[in-house]
């Protein structure tokens, strides 16, 4: 799943828990998933950002100082 996708899921859950209308053992379901969700969705903006600081540092490989 992409970044966004995970994110979409995780507020699906979280508007589902807030409805109210569910049973409280659907509700520790929903939180647990979106504890997974949430854990993955971390991981991946993590590396994206890892990846960007890569690439903004090769950029500064070539440049001569000021």
Known sequence: MSFEELVDLLEDLTRRMAS???GI???AG?????GVVHRAATERLARVQARLEALAGDGDQGASPP
């Open 20 to 22: 109210g209308e569910i």
């Open 25 to 27: 053992e659907l509700a």
């Open 30 to 34: 929903l939180y647990e998933q979106a």
